[in-house]
T-cell receptor
Framework: GIQVEQSPPDLILQEGANSTLRCNFS?????LQWFHQNPWGQLINLFY???GTKQNGRLSATTVATERYSLLYISSSQTTDSGVYFC???????????FGKGTRLSVIA | ETGVTQSPTHLIKTRGQQVTLRCSSQ?????VSWYQQALGQGPQFIFQ???????GRGNFPPRFSGLQFPNYSSELNVNALELDDSALYLC???????????FGSGTRLTVV
């Protein structure tokens, strides 16, 4: 099955700093999503981005499908950005998402 | 538009017991997927239900079973609980043939 690797596993940032999270996947995919898991466990969908670039406020994401990786950029980080960021991939809307192990981000004031 | 609701939020069970977890899907969604998330790991797919039938299953033993009801809500049942079943169980609803998943806040199960 598809393998998903995320890096770095842990990241500590000072408030206001920028960061880049990476997701590598082992096979072609039609579905790639980035999630943020808050301290209460809920997964919040950030982006659906099987290819191309999208931006939403301080967050943006780029997926290069031909090279099988995706990047999540967080600019001007805030303490509320803390949590675990997951990349998840799949082959279609009807097949299950395969998650990476996540990047745990801690933003300190 | 309501999101995905899971109950209970926390649960403690004894090894060997049985447990039922519940999930109400987001309005307009017809597919429900269940995931198990062990501490420090990413969620792992258990199974998916569409039109009240199992529509895909991950690498979980038969003691993990489920149901989907006509209103698209769902249950996850686990028999003969083991200590390793301790985890956060996440439910996600989606609309078949579309890519967006909405996750609930999960049920944290502790088996002692």
């Amino acid at each position: 099955g598809i393998q998903v690797e995320q890096s770095p596993p842990d990241l500590i940032l000072q408030e206001g700093a920028n960061s880049t999270l990476r997701c590598n996947f082992s096979d072609s995919v039609n579905n790639l999503q980035w999630f943020h898991q808050n301290p209460w466990g809920q997964l919040i969908n950030l982006f659906y981005i099987p290819s191309g670039t999208k931006q939403n406020g301080r967050l943006s994401a780029t997926t290069v499908a031909t090279e099988r990786y995706s990047l999540l950029y967080i600019s001007s980080s805030q303490t509320t950005d803390s949590g675990v960021y997951f990349c998840a991939v799949g082959n279609s809307g009807n097949t299950p998402l395969v998650f990476g192990k996540g990047t745990r981000l801690s933003v300190i004031a | 538009e309501t999101g995905v609701t899971q109950s209970p939020t926390h649960l403690i069970k004894t090894r060997g017991q049985q447990v039922t977890l519940r999930c109400s899907s987001q309005s307009g969604h017809n597919t429900v997927s269940w995931y198990q998330q062990a501490l420090g790991q990413g969620p792992q797919f258990i199974f998916q239900y569409y039109r009240e039938e199992e529509n895909g299953r991950g690498n979980f033993p038969p003691r993990f079973s489920g149901l989907q009801f006509p209103n698209y809500s769902s249950e996850l049942n686990v028999n003969a609980l083991e200590l390793d079943d301790s985890a956060l169980y996440l439910c996600a609803s989606s609309l078949r043939d579309f890519y967006g998943y909405t996750f609930g806040s999960g049920t944290r199960l502790t088996v002692v």
